[in-house]
């Protein structure tokens, strides 16, 4: 059974700092890893879709890695500001279009 | 197309009634996904559509739970006789089987039994 666990849980950064976000996975069959943002009390907005064969994907000032085979992602957040604010949440399936299994998320909160 | 849709946003219901979700997936995704979150936990899969197939169902889903996709366009949850431990965000969203896009999730709806 894939289990998926978020390291930290919350994180309360000041504004402008660089900030990871960890991400691991015990079974490294899976068909890719997403990563999603989650405003309190709203659904999910998918930032990044890393293939399987991929190591990384960047969007804007995020940037996401992939290692499989050790069954470990990271988020990078740049320049982190107040509106990064959210939980963070990765997800992997097994296959194609399978369901998705998620971690708990990391609380992030960015202070001006 | 703006993307998946769920209806209500909200809802409040005493315990013992029956509630029904819809969600509206993206158009061209054959594949629609149902997932229940309770307050700082991650989502937790219940089921999955494709088309007008239902392909797995999780074993949280229990005989008083009931999703349908008529036609493989929109679905529906419903749930009799809520109790109180079913308050929570359920999340629908959909993807094509080729998952070289992932998935795109709804807004959800809040359903809050008391």
């Known amino acids: 059974k894939q289990e998926v666990t978020q390291i930290p849980a919350a994180l309360s950064v000041p504004e402008g700092e660089n900030l990871v976000l960890n991400c691991s996975f015990t079974?490294?069959?899976?068909?890719?890893l997403q990563w999603f943002r989650q405003d309190p009390g709203k659904g999910l907005t998918s930032l990044l879709l890393?293939?399987?064969?991929?190591r990384e994907q960047t969007s804007g000032r995020l940037n996401a890695s992939l290692d499989k085979s050790s069954g470990r992602s990271t988020l990078y957040i740049a320049a982190s500001q107040p509106g990064d604010s959210a939980t963070y949440l990765c997800a992997v399936p097994r296959t194609s279009g399978s369901r998705l299994t998620f971690g708990e998320g990391t609380q992030l909160t960015v202070n001006p | 197309d703006t993307g998946v849709s769920q209806d209500p946003r909200h809802k409040i219901t005493k315990r013992g009634q029956n509630v029904t979700f819809r969600c509206d997936p993206i158009?061209?995704?054959?594949?629609l996904y149902w997932y229940r979150q309770t307050l700082g936990q991650g989502p937790e899969f219940l089921t999955y559509f494709q088309n007008e197939a239902q392909l797995e169902k999780s074993r949280l889903l229990s005989d008083r739970f009931s999703a349908e996709r008529p036609k493989g366009s929109f679905s529906t949850l419903e749930i009799q006789r809520t109790e109180q431990g079913d308050s929570a965000m359920y999340l629908c969203?959909?993807?094509?089987?080729?998952?070289?896009?992932?998935?795109?999730f709804g807004s959800g709806t809040r359903l809050t039994v008391v």
């Open positions: 079974d490294s069959a899976i068909y890719n």
């Open positions: 158009s061209e995704h054959n594949r």
């Open positions: 890393i293939q399987s064969s991929q």
């Open positions: 969203a959909s993807s094509l089987v080729q998952g070289l896009y992932g998935y795109t």
